[in-house]
C-alpha cells in the first residue's frame, strides 16, 4: 500500500526554495538542511517527494531529456533513497544530479556495511558509466534540437554558441573525468591494503573520502556546473570520520560556490548532540511534527468507507502521528476481513474488531 504525500507541503516548499536559491543566484551558495523527526513522521517521504517534484519540472527533467525515472512508487521502493535506474533510457543528460545514501546502526552492520559512503561512489561510477555509454546517441540528438532553435535565439539572450557550450562542453564530458577516478582497478573493498585490521579500515576510509572529494571537485570544475542535491539519511548514525567529510565537502563547495543542497535527516536527540562544528548545525532546520489527526483522518475514510466516525477515530488514535504506523495499520485491517461486519471490508468493524484494535493495538 502506498500512502499520498500528506500534509507536509510547507517543509517541501522550504526545500524547493533552497534548491531555488542555489540555481538561481549568480554566485550559488552552497545550502546545508537538518531535517529533524522520530522515526516513522515523515523525513524520508519528504526528500522523495522533493525528488518527484524535480522530476516532473520541465526545467530539470524535460520531457525531451527524461533522465531521471519515476521513482518511489512501489512498497519496496519506499525504502530506498536513490531511484532505481534499472531498465530507464535517459534521453539526454542530467540536469541535476541526486545522489543519496543511508546509515544504519553501527551496532547491527559490520564495516563493509556500515560505510555508507560506499554507495555515493558507486552512484557516481553508475552517472558516469550512463552518461558515457549514451553520449553519442545524446549529442546526435542535442545537436538537431540545438539546429532547430538556433534561429529562434536571435530575439533572446540564448545564442547557438552558448547552447553548444552547455550541452557539449559543460555537461556531456565531466563522465570520462568521473571514470577516472573511480576505476574498479582501485576499488578499495576489492584490493584491501595490508596492515592490522585498524590501519587498514582507517587507509580504506580515508581513500574513498580522498576519492569522493576529488570526484565533487571533477564535476565543479566544467563550465557548467551541474546542481546536485546530496541526500544524507539517517545521518544521526554518522561517525566522526564521516561526519569530518561532510564538513570538509560544505567548506570546500561554500569556497568555490559549488551549487550543491546537502540534507540530512536526523532524529531529534542525536542532532542536538552534534559537535559544534558539524556542517549541520550552521544550516536551515525542519523540524516535523507527529501528523494532527485531521491528517490522517480523510485517508483511513478513504480506504474503509464504511467505518463509523467513531471507529474512524479509533484507528486513527492508534497511529500517534506516526506515517509509518498509519500504513502498517491500514495494511493489517485490509488483511482481516474477519474483523468487518459480514466479513466485508465494506462494512463497519465488528465488535471483535473493536476488541482486536483495543487488545493489539496498544503501543
Known amino acids: 500500500m502506498i500512502l499520498p504525500f500528506l500534509g507536509r507541503n510547507a517543509p517541501l516548499e522550504e526545500l524547493i526554495g533552497c534548491f531555488g536559491r542555489l540555481t538561481q543566484a549568480e554566485t550559488p551558495r552552497t545550502q546545508v538542511v537538518s531535517i529533524i523527526a522520530p522515526s516513522g513522521i515523515g523525513k524520508s517521504r519528504l526528500m522523495q517527494e522533493f525528488y518527484n517534484r524535480l522530476t516532473v519540472d520541465s526545467d530539470w527533467d524535460p ?21 532505481d535506474m534499472r531498465g530507464h533510457v535517459p534521453r539526454g543528460p542530467a540536469r541535476f544530479l541526486w545522489l543519496a545514501t543511508r546509515w544504519h546502526n553501527p551496532t547491527h552492520h559490520n564495516q563493509l556495511e556500515r560505510d555508507a559512503l560506499v554507495p555515493l561512489r558507486d552512484q557516481l561510477v553508475m552517472h558516469a558509466a550512463i552518461w558515457k555509454n549514451f553520449e553519442s546517441r545524446w549529442s546526435k540528438s542535442l545537436r538537431n534540437i540545438v539546429n532547430e532553435i538556433a534561429p529562434k ?25 568521473l571514470l577516472e577516478f573511480f576505476k574498479p582497478a582501485v576499488d578499495p573493498w576489492t584490493n584491501k591494503p ?13 581513500d574513498l573520502r580522498v576519492a569522493l572529494l576529488d570526484a565533487f571537485r571533477s564535476v565543479q570544475a ?77 485517508v483511513v475514510a478513504e480506504h474503509f468507507p464504511g467505518l463509523s466516525a ?16 498509519l500504513q502498517e495499520r491500514l495494511t493489517l485491517l485490509r488483511s482481516e476481513p474477519m474483523y468487518f461486519v459480514g466479513q466485508s471490508l465494506l462494512n463497519d468493524l465488528s465488535a471483535a474488531g473493536i476488541r482486536n484494535i483495543e487488545q493489539r493495538w496498544r503501543d
Open 194 to 206: 595490508t596492515g592490522s585490521p585498524r590501519e587498514v579500515e582507517h587507509r580504506i576510509s580515508a
Open 222 to 298: 566544467q563550465k557548467v556546473k551541474v546542481p546536485i542535491i546530496l541526500w544524507l539519511d539517517d545521518a544521526h548514525w554518522m561517525d566522526n570520520s564521516d561526519r569530518l567529510f561532510v564538513r570538509d565537502l560544505q567548506t570546500l563547495a561554500a569556497a568555490a560556490h559549488w551549487p550543491i543542497l546537502i540534507v540530512g535527516t536526523f532524529w531529534p536527540e542525536q542532532w542536538a548532540a552534534l559537535p559544534a562544528d558539524a556542517a549541520f548545525r550552521r544550516g536551515a532546520v525542519l523540524e516535523l511534527n507527529p501528523f494532527a489527526a485531521d491528517v490522517f483522518t480523510p
Open 153 to 177: 535565439s536571435v530575439a533572446s539572450d540564448l545564442t547557438f554558441e552558448a547552447i553548444s557550450t552547455y550541452l557539449f562542453e559543460g555537461v556531456i564530458p565531466f563522465s570520462g573525468i
Open 310 to 325: 467513531e471507529n474512524v477515530e479509533r484507528v486513527v488514535s492508534k497511529c500517534h502521528g506516526n506515517v509509518l504506523r
Open 63 to 83: 520531457a525531451s531529456f527524461n533522465y531521471w525515472p519515476d521513482a518511489f512508487q512501489t512498497p519496496a521502493q519506499q525504502l530506498h533513497v536513490t531511484p
